[in-house]
T-cell receptor
Framework: DTGVSQNPRHKITKRGQNVTFRCDPI?????LYWYRQTLGQGPEFLTY????????KSRLLSDRFSAERPKGSFSTLEIQRTEQGDSAMYLC?????????????FGNGTRLTVT | GQQLNQSPQSMFIQEGEDVSMNCTSS?????WLWYKQDPGEGPVLLIA?????ELTSNGRLTAQFGITRKDSFLNISASIPSDVGIYFC??????????FGKGITLSVRP
């Protein structure tokens, strides 16, 4: 069990630029989640996938945000035309989707700073 | 927005003391979880609770799923310096996303 892996760990970008983050879930986990966390707050749900299907998106996920999981394994989260308000920690998590509510396991996140 | 209430925002205890944290919700959850987060890292699962009234321990940690399914508590006994961090409760409904509280920052004085 290598855990959930996220890359990069840190990203600094200028306002208006596009950024893409990657998440590799735990290998046998078919559900993958993206959360965003700002200072002093708990993680807030953005979206989740079951295998390659994106099943739910939060209202926090504006049109500038897009997530994909093309082969049901790793996922990418892209933010277009970044704004300073996008600065946050972006967390990925995964879990098994069958047999009840198995717990989420989180990666160490990608910290985005938009200047 | 977030629906889980954790207070106070910060707690300060002496090494060796026990500490208890509560989490309440205005709505019912089927699963309660407690996570700990260290600076610059993702939340790490401490305890998961799946049944109302369930009491579960993990070393010095004990957590309970409230019988109303709207609350949970976490106890840490005999605190040590490495217990420092942010403790989040999270609730989950069947096959749905996790909803987190704002977290409690725990400081342990040696």
């Amino acid at each position: 069990d290598t855990g959930v892996s996220q890359n990069p760990r840190h990203k600094i970008t200028k306002r208006g630029q596009n950024v893409t983050f990657r998440c590799d879930p735990i290998s046998e986990h078919n559900r993958l989640y993206w959360y965003r966390q700002t200072l002093g707050q708990g993680p807030e749900f953005l979206t989740y996938f079951q295998n390659e299907a994106q099943l739910e998106k939060s209202r926090l996920l504006s049109d500038r945000f897009s997530a994909e999981r093309p082969k049901g394994s790793f996922s990418t989260l892209e933010i277009q035309r970044t704004e300073q308000g996008d600065s946050a920690m972006y967390l990925c998590a995964s879990r098994r989707g069958q047999g009840g509510n198995s717990p989420l396991h989180f990666g160490n996140g990608t910290r985005l700073t938009v200047t | 927005g977030q629906q889980l209430n954790q207070s106070p925002q910060s707690m300060f205890i002496q090494e060796g003391e026990d500490v208890s944290m509560n989490c309440t919700s205005s709505s019912i959850f089927n699963t309660w979880l407690w996570y700990k987060q260290d600076p610059g890292e993702g939340p790490v699962l401490l305890i998961a609770l799946y049944k109302a009234g369930e009491l579960t321990s993990n070393g010095r940690l004990t957590a309970q799923f409230g019988i109303t399914r709207k609350d949970s508590f976490l106890n840490i006994s005999a605190s040590i310096p490495s217990d420092v961090g942010i403790y989040f409760c999270a609730g989950q409904r069947a096959n749905s996303k996790l909803t987190f509280g704002k977290g409690i920052t725990l400081s342990v004085r040696p």
